[in-house]
Structure formats: C-alpha cells, structure tokens
C-alpha cells in the first residue's frame, strides 16, 4: 500500500567506475526536486542514492590500477558524494551495494527464494556482452553484436543460477494494466506492455562462477557462486529501507518505507526495473512500487553523448560556470521529463538570460526597487482588494494551483510546472507595465499599496514553486521580499490559519520588510561566454595532444623558455560567489595580479594568505565567471580529485624567474 503521509524516491545506483556525467546529475536531481517538494508537504521522506559497486568492470579497473576492487570502489565513491554536495542534493542516505547490512540482505533475499523454489541450477550457455554486464540468446544478437550497445560478446558455457522469472509473466502483464501509472511516461508504459505480451519471457541468469568473477556477493547456498550484478544492484531499494532510512514513528523501519513510491531510471534500464525488479518483488511476495519513471536520454549539440567523441557534459564544470540553481533550472524547463533532449551552452545561456535574468531576476529587482523607493521597504497587507488587485490575484491563484497540481506532480511533468511558475511571474510584469506605479506614486498611494502587495504576494508564491527546483534562489528571493527562512516558516505554518502559506492570502505574524540583495542572475555577455569556451576548446586540444599515447609532441627548450614562470606570494585570497571551485587571488610576482584558481574544493582561502606559489605569468588574461585572471597556478591533482600547488623547497623571494 503506499501511504499518503510517506514519500520514498530512489536513483539508480550509479557504477562507481563511471565519472559523473550529466545523466547521472539529471536523474539525481529529478529525484531531489520530488524529494524537496514532498518535504515541503510535510510527508515523511526517505530520498536515496548510492553506488553499484560489484562486477566485473570494477574489478578490471582496480587491477590496472594496482588496487583492491574496495580501495578502487572508496575512492571513486567520492566523486559523487561531492558532485551532490555541490548540486545541492538533499539524499537521505547514500548506499553502497559493499556496505555490509546490503550483503546481509542480498543473501537472505536469495535463501528465502532458494528455499522457495524460485531459483534454479542450469547448465547455460549464451552471448555474454561485458561492458553491460549482460547475457544474450544468439536470436537477441543484432549481427553478432550486444544488441543494445552494438559491443562484440563473448560465447560462454557454464553452470549458473536462474530465477524463474518466465512464470510470473502473466502476473505482470495484469499489474502493468491494472495499475496506469505503475509504468510512466506512457509511451515506455506501451513499449513494456507490448513486448510482454508479443514475447515468451525466459528465466533470468543470477549468478557467476566465483572463478571468473570473485567481485560479487557470495551465494548463501553455493560457495563457489557470486550473485550477477543487477540481482544485487536491484536489492538496494529494499535493503536500504532495513538499515538506512529515517527513522519514522513506531513502524518498523522497513516496513514504513516499503514500496518506494517512485524510481527514477533511464530509459535504457527501464526493462530491467519493470521486468527484472518487479517479477522478483513478486517472487519475494514483496510489493511493487507505486511508480517506475523512465526519463529520456541528453545529446550534446545533437551528437549522442560519448568518451571518444570527448563531449561528455561535465555536471561540475556546468554548475561552476553558470551556478547550480540556473543548471538544475535549464535541465528541467527545456525538456519535458520522459522525452531525450539536446544538451548545449547556447540554449543554457538563452535561459539564463531570458527566463531568469530577464524575467525573474527582473521582476524582483524592480519590485524591490520600488517598494524602497516609495515605502521604505515595507509591505502592507491588505484585505480589501481593488479590480485590478482581484484580477491579478485571480491570474496567479490559478497558475499557482497548476503549480502544484496532484496529477502534474505524481505524473513528474516538470516543465509544466516551471511553466505555470513562469506564468506567475509574466502575469506580475504585465501588472507592473499595466498598472504603472511610477505614476500611482503621484496620484494615487492606495492603489500603490495594493500594487506592491499584489507583487510581493505574485514572488512569494514563485519562491514558494520553485523551491524544489532552485533551492538556494527560492531562499534568496524569500528574504529579500522580507521573510525569514523558507524552509523552516514553511514548517511552521503547516496548521491552522498559517496553512494557507501555498495560497494568495498569507501574511507573516511578523512586519515585512524588504530588502534588496544582489542581482538574482547576471546576464551572461556572448562575448565573454564565447571567450570562456574558445580558450576551454584551444585547452581541451592541447591537453589531448599531450595525453594522447602516439602523438605526443616533444618540444624544444626554446619552447618552454616561452613560459614566464615566477615565485608569486599570495596577498589575499577569496572565494568567487556561487562557485565551490574558484578561488580569487591577489599575487605579488614582482608586480600585483589577479588570479582565479580551480582551487577552492582543495584549499580554504585562509590557508593560501603569505603563501609562495608559482605562477605562468605571461598567459593571456581569460575570464573565469567573469572575473579576469592574469596567469594560472601550478598544480597538481590527484587521482581523488584533490589538489596541491607547488611549492618551494626553501624561501626564494617573489619575483624570482623560474627556469
Ligand atoms: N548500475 C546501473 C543501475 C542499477 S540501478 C539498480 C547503471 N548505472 S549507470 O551508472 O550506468 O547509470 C546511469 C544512469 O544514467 C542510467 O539511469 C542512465 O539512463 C543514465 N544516463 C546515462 N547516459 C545518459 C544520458 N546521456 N542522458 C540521460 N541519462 C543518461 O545503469
């Protein structure tokens, strides 16, 4: 049964091995987004994500690298605890499928189904594709090929566990028809329905001889076995609700969060959600979930996203250059969820410039403006409405209820959310063109009054909306319009009068008084965008050149006689505003320059003060965020993601060339 007070969300678990992509950042922060929404609510919510860190993959990659497949696994874990940090994500728990309690779980599950008839031992043989870590009969192979990646496979003949999943097709055809929104969005929902009913569904292969795969979770019945990657990787959603979820009343932990109410996948692991999962909940006579949503894939500049093409959309990079609120907002207004998207810096920007400088950033600022210039930063609330105030109240009451509509928020659509909190603020600029306050100052102070109420309630109700979305901008808005904290007055005025916080008439128990703050979102120049880019490609180039094994250039000495390195003390540092990685630096190299360093994730600002770094110091000047850096730092940056400067062996005074 899922429970109208509780809300459970999960991710996929990503593969440890893979870098953080902006697939990975879109499911997570879809994901964040219902998570901030249900809280807000006042449901109970348990938000998880984590990492998928057994198989074969994993333990190719640690060998290479000299390291167990855990030591392998803990280091790369950290990419994408920091990359949520970063992108403001607010998971409950983030599960490892090494984590002890995970196992345990794995295990019991397998015995149960073991004990129950539900597992079988087969002498198999089939296609095995191992980059997806996946087996094929020879009639699923597409010219020989992985027919889902297009990946050679490789023919194997072994003994392996099978869960008998082809029994409990029929069963599943009837869930999925009985239950509309089970599968979502409804194209996908067709495409599983489809293939069910036009197919004979085989048994699914769980296991992998311990001789070729030792990375996995020991079988509780058969030593010589490890349970296959999606059995284990599947179970986190059960298994974290035993030992990871808040605490919740007096239910018994598990049993109060199981089913989760939606997991959100990609489309290319929709068939193993819908099929794989389901039928083993079945098996385990364990509910479904309430919600499987498969969203849609990202392109980049139309091309499909890719290592070797080397277009792969860097999440960090993106929520450094244009902060995290305006990347979480673009991913989610530009394309519908469920449906692929083209990914590219021009259309990012087009929507900083528009939706939220011009639009939203706009409104405020001039609504502040105002409401400074003619009363002194204070809001009167007002009961008795004029015509223009009641119409205008009437426009935004119904783009807000669109704004929190049940079926929008239970069907994940998004964009027409943002749509309807967009309407709310075009409808308050049209107030402001319509209504003129610069002439109601003169004639008419009532009607003024009304205005900047009407106005100040039309931002209160955006900030309100777009909370799940752009977390930190909602706060901001919140108290520049005058109020105390969101989140937490949200929480406050859950009963009573104050309930109606989500509608037009709420006013604080407390004066308002507003107070502006910095610009919402600058506008971003095309010069100095395209400026950023041409010098990251020119980078990107060079940087290959030297890392590509085969074509790497050996240069002269006079060459590097070019590079102007100096000893350059550090007079001041700070760090850049809305970036976690820029930090600001006043260097003396002789002469005082300014530098903007990548450095901010490694060190605080504090430490670098007296410090003796060295600097490239005839680099041609390049803006970072807007801010001219005059030269670079040396530094080096471990497998880990962590920096370190270079330093000096002994005192050398600034200035001092470095050849
Ligand atoms: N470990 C499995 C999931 C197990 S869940 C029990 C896995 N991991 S993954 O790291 O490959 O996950 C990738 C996720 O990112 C998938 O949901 C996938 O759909 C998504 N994306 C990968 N590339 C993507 C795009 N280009 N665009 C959007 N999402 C994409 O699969």
């Known amino acids: 049964m899922i429970q109208e007070k509780k809300f459970y969300v999960t991710t996929p678990i990503y593969y440890v091995n893979d870098i953080p992509h902006i697939g990975h950042a879109y499911t997570t922060i879809a994901a964040d987004i219902l998570a901030r929404y249900n809280r807000l609510q006042g449901k109970d919510v348990f938000f998880l994500t984590g990492t998928d860190e057994h198989g074969q993959k994993v333990e190719k990659a640690a060998k290479e690298k000299g390291k167990t497949p855990q030591e392998h696994a803990d280091a790369m874990v950290e990419n994408f605890r920091e990359l949520w940090g970063k992108l403001n994500i607010s998971n409950d728990a983030f599960i490892r499928t090494t984590d002890t309690p995970h196992i345990k779980t794995v295990q019991g599950l397998m015995q149960f189904l073991w004990d129950k008839g539900e597992i079988e031992k087969r002498s198999y043989s089939g296609w095995y594709c191992t980059p997806d870590e996946r087996f094929w009969t020879g009639k699923d192979l597409v010219e020989g090929k992985c027919p889902d990646c297009g990946r050679p496979v490789d023919q194997i003949h072994e003994e392996n566990y099978f869960f008998l999943m082809s029994k409990y097709q029929d069963r599943l055809v009837r869930h999925i028809e009985d239950n509309p929104d089970f599968l979502l969005p409804e194209t996908r929902r067709n495409e599983v329905l489809g293939f069910l009913r036009n197919n004979t569904l085989g048994d699914l292969c769980i296991s992998r001889p311990k001789s070729r795969l030792a990375w996995g979770v020991p079988l509780p019945f058969d030593e010589n076995f490890v349970t296959y990657v999606w059995f284990d990787a599947l179970v986190n959603y059960f298994s974290a609700t035993r030992y990871l979820a808040p605490e919740a009343g007096n239910a018994k932990l598990g049993d109060f969060w199981w089913p989760a109410d939606h997991h959100l996948v990609g489309k290319d692991i929709l068939t193993t959600h819908a099929v794989y999962w389901s039928t083993m909940l079945m098996a385990l006579n364990l509910p479904l979930p309430g919600n499987i949503f498969a969203h849609g894939w990202w392109t980049v500049d139309g091309k499909k996203m890719s290592k070797s093409v080397g277009n792969v959309v860097d999440p960090n990079a993106m929520a450094d250059q244009y902060g995290v609120d305006a990347f979480r907002y673009f991913l989610f207004r530009e394309v519908p969820f469920g449906l692929d998207g083209d990914f590219s810096e021009d259309a990012l920007v087009r929507r900083i410039n528009t939706d939220l400088a011009n639009d939203l950033g706009n409104l405020l600022s001039r609504f502040l403006s105002m409401d400074e210039k ?52 075009r409808e308050a600029n049209n107030y402001i063109a319509r209504t003129e306050p610069w002439k109601l100052a003169k004639k008419d102070e009532g009607e003024l009054k009304r205005v900047m109420f009407g106005l100040w309630n039309a931002l209160r109700l955006t900030a309100l909306s777009l909370y799940p ?15 105390r904290a969101l989140v937490e007055e949200v929480q406050q005025n859950r009963s009573g009068a104050g309930a109606r916080i989500f509608e037009w008439n709420w006013i604080p128990a407390y004066a308002i008084k507003t107070a502006k703050g910095a610009q919402l979102f ?55 505003e809305k970036s976690a990685k820029l930090i600001k630096l006043k260097v003396d190299t002789g002469e005082e320059r300014q530098i903007v360093a990548g450095i901010g994730k490694s060190y605080d600002p504090e430490y670098l003060v007296g410090k003796k770094i060295i600097v490239v110091a005839n680099l041609k000047p390049a803006k970072l965020m807007g801010i001219e850096s005059q030269g670079m730092l040396l530094a080096a940056t471990g497998e880990d993601g962590v920096c370190s400067i270079l330093a000096l062996d002994r005192d050398v005074d600034q200035g001092a060339r470095i050849k």
């Open 374 to 425: 003619y009363f002194d930063g204070t809001i009167e609330a007002l009961v008795s409405l004029s015509p223009g105030l009641r119409e205008f109240a009437a426009q935004c009451g119904s783009a807000n209820a669109a704004a929190h509509d049940r079926h929008n928020w239970s069907h994940l659509r998004f964009n027409s959310i943002l749509d309807s909190v967009w309407e709310i603020v």
């Open 469 to 483: 979305f752009m977390p930190a901008t909602s706060e901001n808005i919140w108290r520049q319009i005058g109020l």
């Open 522 to 576: 600058p506008r971003i120049e095309k010069a100095e965008k395209d400026e950023g880019k041409a010098e990251k490609k020119e980078q990107k180039k060079e940087m290959a050149k030297m890392t590509e094994p085969g074509t790497r250039e050996l240069i002269g000495i006079e060459d590097f006689a070019k590079v102007e390195l100096k000893v350059g003390k550090v007079i001041s540092a700070e760090r850049v």
